[in-house]
């Protein structure tokens, strides 16, 4: 038997034991999910092993730099975090990465989304006028519309409240109001996020079910 | 215990990131590449450390301990250290071990998406029987107006002026909302940061 016979028919067997999901939890579902786990585990480390720690690790420490030494003891302070003894040795470690990671995410919002959504709340209204040809005073209604749904959705998340003798803390009046906007807005994107996942897995749906069909067809008429 | 030592290490490392985003003089560029180099070998060997705790700190405890779904553990330990070791002998891009990625990652991962939808939609459903105030309502009416959007289904309107303006209003309608959402992410994402950097909240300390 051809050996990429074998990869569809293995392919196939798991496609099928992840659809066995469709009637409950079962074991045949668990098999497919323990072999997924374990290879993509095991393949996700060899990438790890490839792309990460050989070029940027083990080729510098080759070549003699002395500040690979560096990430060479933090990432072996770091292995002492899987011995509950000795695991107080890599906070060093993770408060590097910590601390990096704190700082990219930090750039990242700032120049990345906050930077950028703003510029684009005020892109809104009328600068792209003179390409698109839209009348300005449209671009300023949808401007409008637009500021509205991002102020009302922001005003939703402050969940400050004054508190008051006796009862729970209420928001303010204007932030009450607004975040009431500001829910419609919210379920108006969630549901449009919904119904994006909902597409995506429906055309994974009908892919699947086509590959099932297609190689059950080929297998019975050979 | 607080460790004064990690929460400086964190603090130094972090400012000296954070102020090359702002300032790109050369001297702070050519301490701040080597950290970031320095953080990609450790968040790579920070997922090593998550794999073989994955593996050796669950499964092979199960299996040890013979627990009742050890045979489940079993499936994983093997298939973990047969993708492995070929891996590791031949590479990450050999044609063998990228067949484990074709014809195992994803019809799994397909197929889990597909089963997601079904789920999905089950599970609104039952959401809108039990939520029946007005922000369900607009969710619920939301998703199956944007399902018809995305089928294509509207797709002939492009000939017509006046429901291509309609659709195109459409596909708007929900950027305030997401722009909303992104802003309160950022800022949130903003404030946690600068609590690690300032030592406030320190997630390194075992």
């Known amino acids: 038997m051809n050996i990429d016979v074998i990869w569809t028919l293995i392919s196939l067997v798991l496609t099928l034991f992840i659809f066995s999901y469709l009637f409950g939890d079962n074991p045949v579902f668990r098999i497919a999910t323990g072999i997924f786990v374990g290879a993509a585990a095991g393949y996700f480390a060899v990438v790890i092993i490839y792309q990460v720690i050989l070029p940027h690790l083990v080729v510098p420490l080759i070549q003699g730099s002395i500040l690979a030494l560096f990430p060479l003891i933090l990432s072996g302070l770091l292995l002492t975090k899987l011995s509950p003894r000795l695991g107080r040795l890599g906070n060093v470690s993770m408060a590097v990465l910590v601390g990096s990671g704190a700082a990219i995410a930090i750039g990242g919002a700032a120049l990345g989304t906050i930077f950028g959504q703003v510029r684009a709340a005020i892109d809104a209204f009328g600068s792209q006028a003179n390409t698109s040809g839209t009348s300005p005073l449209l671009l300023g209604v949808e401007g409008l519309f637009l500021l509205a749904g991002t102020v009302t959705a922001l005003a939703y998340f402050n969940f400050g409240g004054k508190e008051q003798a006796g009862q729970a803390p209420a928001r303010v009046a204007i932030s009450a109001w607004l975040s009431g906007i500001g829910k419609f807005f919210i379920a108006l994107t969630f549901g449009a996020i919904f119904a994006g996942v909902l597409t995506a897995g429906l055309t994974a749906l009908v892919e699947r079910a086509d590959f099932v069909i297609r190689t059950i067809s080929t297998l019975i008429t050979g | ?206």
Not at chain 2, 15 to 31: D, E, K, N, R, T
Not at chain 2, 86 to 102: D, E, F, K, S
Not at chain 2, 178 to 194: C, E, K, M, Y
């Open chain 2, 1 to 206: 215990m607080k460790s004064p030592v990690a929460a400086f290490v964190a603090f130094v490392i972090g400012a000296i990131v954070l102020v090359g985003y702002f300032i790109p003089a050369a001297p702070l560029q050519a301490i701040r590449t080597p950290i970031l180099d320095w953080a990609i070998v450790l968040a790579g060997f920070a997922g090593l450390v998550a794999i073989l705790n994955l593996i050796f700190g669950v499964h092979i405890k199960r299996i040890r301990e013979k627990t009742p779904r050890q045979g489940f553990s079993w499936l994983v330990v093997i298939s973990f250290f047969v993708v492995f070791i070929a891996g590791v002998i031949l590479g990450p891009t050999n044609p063998n071990v990228q067949n484990v990625v074709t014809y195992i990652q994803f019809p799994i991962e397909a197929s889990l998406m597909a089963v997601l939808a079904i789920t999905l939609a089950y599970a609104s459903l039952k959401f809108l029987q039990r939520q029946r105030n007005w922000m369900g309502i607009v969710f619920f009416v939301a998703t199956l107006f944007f399902l018809v959007v995305n089928s294509g289904i509207l797709s002939f309107s492009s000939n017509i002026p006046v429901l291509r303006t309609l659709v195109s209003a459409a596909h708007q309608l929900p950027v305030g909302g997401a722009r909303g959402i992104l802003l309160g992410i950022a800022l949130g994402s903003l404030a946690t940061g600068i609590r690690i950097l300032i030592g406030a909240d320190r997630p390194y300390n075992n």
